[in-house]
């Protein structure tokens, strides 16, 4: 991050999907750091009030409101996600085109947002079931959007970093992960939610893996 950035216990980010699984995590991971926490929801009733935590309601697509929740912060996390049954739910790409313009109109930078294994040029990495079955069938609609979020992404100036996850578990995390985008990580492994969650905050530190999309498992 830039040489005048806060120090991260002084951090103060705005959480994107704050209600799923991974979201949850990051909340409660944030505010135990001591991190000044914004949630944005649709939802505000799911999230219970902590301190240190601010809770929004509104839509991604509401472009005032997402002003609201970004401006004065430091980082964007966005764990936001479509349900498979949904074919047609474009959740992650429409919420980047209101979000990125939002980060750079109030001079955020970075923002860490989740994406899966198996989309874009890892494909062909996840093996041929999971290729045929899984990515063309089952998540199908799920992996357009993730890859539509990502080119969106990359489109910008903002420093973004993807998160490409394995297979979601609930539970605890390990404290050790693999994380590489040169196709050394194959397979459709597994990742606990708690282990993505703090890949994710480590992001907020350092700068190794600005624009780039690491794939991260066990």
Same mark, same amino acid.
């Given at each position: 991050?830039?040489?005048?950035?806060?120090?991260?216990?002084?951090?103060?980010?705005?959480?994107?999907?704050?209600?799923?699984?991974?979201?949850?995590?990051?909340?409660?991971?944030?505010?135990?750091?001591? !991190?000044?926490?914004?949630?944005?929801?649709?939802?505000?009733?799911?999230?219970?009030?902590?301190?240190?935590?601010?809770?929004?309601? =509104?839509?991604?697509?509401?472009?005032?409101?997402?002003?609201?929740?970004?401006?004065? #912060? &430091?980082?964007?996390?966005?764990?936001?996600?479509?349900?498979?049954?949904? #074919?047609?739910?474009?959740?992650?790409?429409?919420?980047?085109?209101?979000?990125?313009?939002?980060?750079?109109?109030?001079?955020?930078?970075?923002?860490?947002?989740?994406?899966?294994? =198996?989309?874009?040029?890892? #494909?062909?990495?996840? =093996?041929?079931?999971?290729?045929?079955?899984?990515?063309?069938?089952?998540?199908?609609?799920?992996?357009?959007?993730?890859?539509?979020?990502?080119?969106?992404?990359?489109?910008? &100036?903002?420093?973004?970093?993807?998160?490409?996850? =394995?297979?979601?578990?609930?539970?605890?995390? #390990?404290?050790?992960?693999?994380?590489?985008?040169?196709?050394?990580?194959?397979?459709?492994?597994?990742?606990?939610?708690? &282990?993505?969650?703090?890949?994710?905050? &480590?992001?907020?530190?350092?700068?190794?893996?600005?624009?780039?999309?690491?794939?991260?498992? !066990?």
């Amino acid at each position: 991050m830039a040489a005048d950035a806060p120090k991260c216990a002084d951090m103060r980010i705005t959480v994107f999907g704050p209600t799923g699984g991974t979201g949850q995590q990051l909340v409660s991971r944030s505010l135990t750091a001591g !991190y000044d926490v914004t949630a944005f929801t649709r939802n505000p009733s799911a999230i219970a009030p902590r301190p240190g935590l601010t809770i929004l309601a =509104g839509e991604t697509s509401d472009a005032d409101a997402v002003g609201r929740a970004v401006a004065g #912060r &430091d980082a964007v996390l966005c764990a936001l996600g479509g349900r498979p049954w949904r #074919r047609r739910e474009r959740v992650c790409s429409s919420a980047i085109r209101t979000i990125a313009p939002s980060m750079a109109k109030h001079g955020v930078l970075r923002i860490v947002a989740i994406s899966t294994f =198996g989309a874009g040029n890892t #494909r062909p990495q996840v =093996g041929w079931l999971a290729r045929r079955l899984l990515f063309g069938l089952v998540l199908r609609s799920e992996v357009a959007d993730k890859e539509a979020m990502e080119s969106e992404l990359s489109a910008t &100036d903002l420093e973004w970093i993807v998160v490409r996850v =394995g297979l979601l578990t609930d539970g605890p995390g #390990r404290g050790t992960w693999r994380a590489a985008d040169d196709g050394s990580v194959r397979g459709m492994g597994r990742i606990a939610r708690a &282990d993505v969650a703090a890949f994710m905050l &480590d992001q907020l530190k350092g700068d190794a893996w600005v624009r780039r999309m690491p794939v991260v498992m !066990y």
